[in-house]
């Protein structure tokens, strides 16, 4: 079976899902603050990265016969359901944005999380070397933006995002 096919609920979750849930909510998670100076460069390693943890598993077969088949599996399925409580969150957000609801009373960024397992999980069950060092790329890009993201909450959303980030851990 192609590699591809894992890609799909990914995909289906972050714009359709979203999009069904809170049209306006899809436009939010679209946005990123701007980005300036060397950030420039690092969204640029994100974007890359990202796009190779997108196109390269197309190239790639999965097997369940191979060994870490199964545990690829659970950390897969658990960046999909994790992913999908983080988006129902993500919806529910009022106007101005500021999401502090459902698992984001947890972690800070379980969009991100939910990346980085799911895209773990599509490492291991495509038994990808690519894939993992290419996560190892786009997770310490995605600290950079997601620490350009909190600057930019912090600027907008005040005093209340700075005691939501007191209380409330970044990623786990």
């Known amino acids: 079976m ?10 289906l979750l972050r714009y359709l899902v979203l999009y069904l849930l809170n049209p306006a ?3 939010r998670a679209l ?14 390693i994100y974007q890359i990265s990202t796009l ?3 196109l390269y598993p197309a190239f790639l077969r999965l097997d369940k016969t191979k060994l ?3 545990p690829g599996l659970l950390i897969y399925l658990g960046g999909i359901i994790l992913g999908f409580l983080a988006l129902v969150a993500f919806s529910k957000t009022n106007e101005n944005g500021f999401c502090n609801q459902g698992i984001y009373r ?5 969009i991100y999380l939910s990346y980085f397992f799911y895209f773990l999980g599509c490492a ?3 038994h990808s070397l690519v894939l993992l060092v290419n996560l190892a790329i786009l997770q310490l890009a995605t ?12 600027a907008n959303f005040g005093s209340a995002y700075l005691q939501y980030c007191q209380t409330v851990r970044r990623f786990l």
């Open 2 to 11: 192609n590699g591809f096919i894992l890609l799909l609920p990914l995909l």
């Open 25 to 27: 909510s899809l436009k």
């Open 31 to 44: 946005h990123l603050p701007p980005m300036a100076g060397q950030l420039q460069f690092i969204y640029w």
């Open 52 to 54: 190779v943890m997108l």
């Open 68 to 70: 870490g088949f199964y």
């Open 106 to 110: 947890y972690f800070r960024h379980p």
């Open 124 to 126: 291991l069950l495509l």
């Open 143 to 154: 600290h950079f933006i997601v620490k350009a993201e909190e600057q930019w909450c912090l």
